[in-house]
């Protein structure tokens, strides 16, 4: 699943290509991928792209499209060249629609936006714009309201679970997956297994900006480089060539050459240098 830096390339990249433009028509292909009346949006101009955690939101004149990518979800844009956004299939260069098609976005300029969708578990959602309402959702870390202290407050609520699993939690913090939330505990220098309650002030701002190193290094390179992901232009992010821990296992650490170790953690791989994070 997309993390928070791979749905913000996706939306920075978005922003250069359908903001001004109108919607003329929306085209259902599976009704399980779209929840609402798609003629609330047809005859509506884009006005604005904004990420949510892991949402990518497109505001319209009076309504809102709202886009969860899930598992296998993809956006391709073709405007005289094809942008893809999400998982890469072996279909996604060739003719649109194709088999995974699900929703299809026309606009007024005659380019296509295609919603795809391997699995089915993405959706598209068409709301009021001013009845947004996302539960269960913690801070967004890009922003300037997210500090220290309320990521501690957080991360108590999880005194006995591990660091790692923690942060991972959406309502602790929003848009950390496992892909960064390896690499904060790196940045960190804490043990990803180390449970909340032993950590110190110190510990909670460094990890603190170990979220956001992460995060933005991740946006910084076009998102991971996992076969999940290909960002609006077609391209593969970069992430991992510069990750420090994940997937780096039997690895030697890129800072202190000890041979990086993998966990299981919470059900999910965990990656850590036994010596920088002790």
């Known amino acids: 699943m997309p993390e928070l830096p791979e749905v913000e390339v996706i939306k920075l990249s978005l922003q250069r290509k359908i903001i001004g433009l109108t919607i003329k028509k929306i085209q259902i292909l599976s009704p399980k991928s779209f929840i609402g009346n798609p003629n609330l949006a047809q005859g509506q101009k884009v006005l604005k792209i904004e990420r949510k955690a892991k949402l990518l939101l497109i505001n319209l004149d009076k309504n809102l499209l709202l886009f969860h990518l899930k598992m296998t979800g993809q956006l ?7 942008f893809i956004g999400g998982h890469p299939t072996e279909d996604m260069m060739g003719k649109m ?3 995974h098609t699900r929703v299809i976005f026309s606009f007024s300029d005659g380019s296509h936006l ?3 969708d ?3 578990f993405g959706w598209v959602k068409i709301i009021d714009n001013g009845k947004l309402t996302i539960d269960n959702l913690g801070p967004e870390p890009l922003e300037k309201e997210f500090t220290w202290e309320i990521l ?3 991360l108590l609520k999880h005194k006995s679970m591990p660091v790692k699993v923690a942060i991972m939690d959406q309502k602790v913090v929003s848009g950390v997956g496992n892909i960064y939330s390896n690499e904060a505990c790196f940045n ?3 043990d990803p297994r180390t449970k909340i309650s032993n950590l110190s002030d110190l510990q909670f701002k460094r990890l603190h900006l170990g979220v956001l190193k992460s995060l933005k290094d991740g946006i910084a390179h076009g998102g991971s480089t996992r076969a999940h992901f290909r960002d609006p232009e ?3 992010g970069y992430f991992l060539d510069y990750a420090y821990v994940y997937g780096r296992d039997k690895h030697p650490c890129k800072v202190c ?5 993998k966990i299981s953690l919470g059900g999910r791989g965990t990656y850590f240098c036994p010596q920088c994070q002790k």
């Open 114 to 116: 295609y919603f795809n």
């Open 118 to 120: 391997q699995r089915r």
């Open 234 to 236: 077609g391209h593969r």
């Open 76 to 82: 391709i844009l073709e405007d005289g060249k094809r």
């Open 97 to 99: 629609p194709n088999n």
């Open 188 to 190: 960190a220098g804490i």
């Open 257 to 261: 050459g000890t041979i990086i170790k």
């Open 152 to 154: 501690k407050n957080n």
